[in-house]
C-alpha cells in the first residue's frame, strides 16, 4: 500500500495506468473495516472537499467549475449517502468525473491503511526506498530490452521512464550500447509514462547537439510555469543525423507520450503505430482525508512548437499501422531511409538488400473467443497484450449463449480478459491464469 501511495505523490509524473489500474481492485477490505473508514467523513463531505480540490487546483478551470458544481449538486441531493463503504464511493465519483473531464489522469483513490498527513515520498524511509528499489530491479529500471537488429540497428524497448536517480545510468547505457548503430528502434508500445519529470528531457537530450526549450509545464494554481530543455552535456556521444523511430500503441500513455510527440514536433523521430492513450498532464495527489486521496493534473504540458498538447487526443502517429506490425514496418524503413541516403543503390536494389536480410514479420492467426452468459451485459470487449490492453478495440457480439468474438492474434502465448460493462475478469471457461494477486490473466496458447 505504502509503494502505491509512494509512486502517486512522489513523482508528479507518475501516472494512473501503472499502479492506479489495478487500485481499486487491490485494495479490498472487509465489510465492516470500509465502513468504519468511510464513516470517519460521510460521503457528503467527501464530495464537497474534492470540489473545493478542484476549484483550486485541477489544470483546466472550466472542467473544474463543472465537476465541482456537479459534486455539490449530487451532494445536496444526497446522492452520495447510499454508499455503505468508501470503494464503492471512489468508484462511482471517478465514474462521474471522467463523464465530464475525459481525463485519465485524474481519479479519487481510496486507501484502507490510513494516508499519511504530508503525502510524498520520504528518502529516509528505508521501506519505501527497498520497494522503490524492488520495483525497478523487478521491472529492470523501465529497460525491457535492448539488442541491435538486422542491418545494424538498434533497438530500445522502455515500460516506462525511471527516476533519474536510479535510472540515468542505465538509460546511459543504454545509448552507449546502440550508439555505433545505423538507426534506432525506440519501442514505447508498452510504455506507461514517467515516474520523474526531468527524465524525458534527459533521454530528448540525446537526440539535439545544443540545449533546446522542448516543453514547459504550466501550473494554473501557482501561475507558474517550468520550462523543459535538453542538457548541454551528456555522458556518450549524442546519436545525431542518423534515422529514428519511435512505436506506439493505444497503451503509450503519459510521459511515454510526452517523448513521442516532443520528438514528432521538433523533428527528431518518425512515429509509426496506434494513436496513443491521451493522458498530457502530470499529476499530484491531494489529501481529502484519512483514506481518500484525489491524483489531479495541476500542470499542463505545453510544446514549444505546437504550443498545446496531447491530452484527450493522443499521439497521432506519422504511419498509422497495426502495432503488431510496427516493429516489422519500422525496421524495413528505417533500413530503406538509411540505405537511401548512405549509398548509391537504387530502389529495387535497397529493396533486395532488405529483403536479403530475413526480418521476419510477425505471424497470426484467427482465434475466437467466448464468454459464455452474461446477457444481461451492454457491452463486452477482448483485452491482452495482443492488441496492447486496448479496452475498445474488440467487441463482442452478443449470441444465444452470450458473447463471441474471432479475430487475428498473434502466435504464440498471449493474456487476455473481458471488459463487462466496465469490469474486466477473467475468462470463467479457462481455468490457465499467469500472475500474482490482483494482476491475474487468462492465458491462452495459439499454436500456426
Not at 517550468?226 to 552535456?233: C, G, N, P, S
Not at 498538447?309 to 497521432?316: A, F, K, S, T
Not at 496492447?388 to 452478443?398: C, E, I, S, V
Not at 469490469?423 to 496458447?445: A, C, M, Q, Y
Request: hydrophobic share 40%; with cysteine.
Amino acid at each position: 500500500m505504502k509503494l502505491i501511495i509512494t509512486f502517486f505523490l512522489c513523482f508528479n509524473f507518475w501516472l494512473i495506468s501503472v499502479l492506479g489500474a489495478q487500485t481499486e481492485k487491490s485494495i479490498k477490505v472487509s465489510l465492516n473495516e470500509q465502513m468504519n473508514h468511510h464513516n470517519e467523513l460521510n460521503s457528503r463531505q467527501i464530495a464537497l472537499a474534492l470540489a473545493d480540490s478542484l476549484m483550486k487546483s485541477y489544470i483546466i478551470e472550466d472542467k473544474a467549475r463543472e465537476m465541482a458544481e456537479m459534486l455539490r449538486f449530487n451532494s445536496i441531493n444526497g446522492d452520495y449517502d447510499k454508499f455503505i463503504n468508501g470503494l464503492e464511493l471512489a468508484t462511482h465519483i471517478n465514474k462521474e468525473l471522467f463523464k465530464i473531464s475525459n481525463d485519465l489522469h485524474l481519479s479519487l483513490l481510496y486507501f484502507d491503511s490510513p494516508v499519511e498527513p504530508v503525502l510524498g515520498r520520504n528518502p529516509n524511509n528505508e521501506e519505501e526506498s527497498k520497494q522503490l528499489m524492488d520495483f525497478l530491479n523487478e521491472n529492470q529500471h523501465g529497460i525491457l530490452s535492448k539488442s541491435i537488429l538486422e542491418g545494424n540497428i538498434g533497438y530500445l524497448a522502455l515500460s516506462f521512464f525511471g527516476p533519474m536517480l536510479y535510472c540515468e545510468d542505465k538509460l546511459v547505457s543504454a545509448m552507449k550500447y546502440v550508439e555505433g548503430t545505423n538507426g534506432l528502434i525506440i519501442d514505447l508500445r508498452r510504455n506507461s509514462g514517467s515516474l520523474d519529470p526531468d527524465t524525458v528531457p534527459f533521454f530528448m537530450s540525446y537526440f539535439f547537439d545544443s540545449p533546446v526549450h522542448i516543453f514547459s509545464f504550466e501550473n494554473r494554481e501557482k501561475k507558474s510555469e517550468r520550462k523543459m530543455w535538453t542538457r548541454a552535456e551528456m555522458s556518450g556521444n549524442r546519436y545525431l543525423n542518423k534515422p529514428v523511430y519511435i512505436l506506439t500503441s493505444a497503451q503509450t500513455f503519459s510521459g511515454a507520450e510526452e517523448f513521442a510527440y516532443d520528438m514528432k514536433h521538433h523533428d527528431k523521430a518518425t512515429i509509426i503505430g496506434e494513436r496513443t492513450k491521451g493522458g498530457a498532464n502530470p499529476t499530484s495527489g491531494v489529501r481529502i482525508n484519512n483514506h481518500f486521496i484525489v491524483v489531479m493534473p495541476k500542470e499542463r504540458s505545453v510544446n514549444t512548437i505546437t504550443k498545446t498538447n496531447w491530452d484527450q487526443v493522443g499521439v497521432i502517429p506519422d504511419i498509422d499501422i497495426d502495432a503488431n506490425l510496427a516493429l516489422y514496418q519500422a525496421h524495413r524503413l528505417i533500413l530503406k531511409d538509411f540505405y537511401t541516403k548512405a549509398s548509391a543503390l537504387n530502389p529495387a536494389e535497397i529493396e533486395n538488400k532488405i529483403n536479403g536480410l530475413g526480418i521476419q514479420k510477425p505471424k497470426f492467426r484467427s482465434t475466437e473467443f467466448e464468454l459464455k452468459g452474461y446477457l444481461e451485459a451492454d457491452l463486452v470487449y477482448l483485452v491482452g497484450n495482443f492488441n496492447y490492453w486496448n479496452a475498445t478495440k474488440h467487441p463482442l457480439k452478443r449470441n444465444e449463449n452470450g458473447w463471441s468474438i474471432e479475430t487475428e492474434v498473434l502466435i504464440g502465448e498471449i493474456e487476455y480478459k473481458f471488459v463487462v460493462d466496465g469490469e474486466w475478469i477473467l475468462d470463467p471457461n479457462n481455468p490457465n491464469t499467469k500472475g500474482k494477486n490482483e494482476h491475474i490473466n487468462s492465458v491462452k496458447i495459439i499454436l500456426e
